[in-house]
């Protein structure tokens, strides 16, 4: 009689990956790596555990650890839930007598405590940061580089949502929105609850608070999104807001153009993000299958004030949409699916 193979699970949200999987993966990154070294980005690796108060100098309420332990001084770990704040320690510190601007690429296992529907624990992700290069053109040159990466690894029907982290805020300032009303009316815009904004309007108007003409522009803002032409016909108040979009629009090269769709409403998914951010989607997966922005502020920190720019791509959500695209549905990489 065969005895039964015993059940010897790994950790909740967590698996392996097995030969052919490294070799699919492998092989995927080939033409990518030598992209990035072409456009030169150099390849960073950084310990995967940090020192949890390193980790929160980046406020990132979103990405909390999955995992934390002491080391053998009482000290709290974690396993880094974020690459961008290991750059940003290294650059402030032992690189800190180096002039920018610093162009590094990863593939590093991320860790998160509270992933998103369909992303385990432990995922693989490609991303690339531009650190010390000034404005629009450091946003142009990662944005041209984000292209280039995607389509070597075989994908054609993806897009690039982009929007403005401080558009939504700046216009409530700007229409002088009572600052009580500001913090709901942008957690109703993060969760896309447009009833419950609608609700919050006629309420600000009920009250004096705001004009209808002032609801009709917040309106449209959250809501607004398509090609480079809808931005020709904003408002001029609205205009006034978008000024780096506008720009995008007009100076993006083709490759890049091709792919933006605007989306004013956008709000950023890491508290560390300022101006500029976007996400990459695809129609065959349910969720952004990568993301960045600049964020200007994260440095200044860590004591060395830099702009920069980032961005970050699930490896297994990117085998997802490619596999799509092939007329596959058995992902190359089941790391979406979280062990038990």
Do not use: C, W
Not at 88 to 98: I, Q
Not at 203 to 214: C, D, N, T
């Amino acid at each position: 009689m065969t005895e039964p193979v015993p059940f010897i699970p790994t950790p909740h949200g967590v698996r392996d990956m097995l030969p052919q999987e490294m070799g699919e993966l492998n092989s995927l990154l080939a033409p990518v790596r030598d992209e990035l070294v072409a456009k030169r980005f150099e390849e960073l690796h950084t310990p995967a555990l940090e020192y949890e108060s390193v980790i929160a100098m980046g406020d990132v309420e979103s990405t909390d650890p999955a995992f934390r332990l002491l080391d053998d001084e009482g000290r709290m770990l974690v396993l880094r839930p974020d690459m961008t704040i290991p750059t940003v320690r290294l650059v402030a510190t032992r690189l800190r007598k180096v002039r920018p601007p610093f162009r590094f690429y990863y593939v590093s296992h991320i860790y998160r405590g509270k992933p998103s529907p369909g992303r385990s624990r432990e995922f693989l992700q490609l991303g690339a940061e531009l650190i010390g290069r000034s404005g629009l053109a450091a946003t142009l040159e990662l944005l041209e580089t984000l292209v280039a990466v995607l389509d070597l690894a075989g994908l054609t029907q993806y897009s690039i949502a982009i929007g403005n982290a401080d558009l939504f805020p700046r216009l409530m300032k700007t229409l002088e929105i009572p600052a009580s009303a500001q913090g709901d009316l942008i957690a109703d815009l993060g969760a896309r609850n447009f009833v419950g904004m609608k609700r919050r309007f006629e309420r600000l108007i009920e009250e004096g608070a705001a004009s209808p003409r002032q609801v009709e522009l917040l309106t449209q803002v959250s809501q607004l999104r398509g090609s480079a032409e809808i931005l020709d016909r904003l408002p001029e108040e609205i205009k006034d807001v978008a000024p780096d979009l506008i720009r995008i629009a007009r100076e993006a090269e083709g490759s890049v153009r091709d792919r933006l769709v605007f989306d004013l409403g956008m709000l950023p998914t890491l508290n560390y993000y300022s101006g500029e951010i976007f996400q990459i989607q695809h129609p065959a997966v349910g969720q952004p299958i990568g993301g960045g922005g600049r964020y200007d502020q994260l440095l200044e920190r860590f004591g060395r004030p830099l702009e920069a720019v980032g961005f970050g791509v699930s490896l297994e959500l990117l085998h997802t949409a490619k596999l799509s695209e092939d007329g596959l549905s058995k992902p190359l990489l089941e790391g979406s699916e979280e062990s038990s």
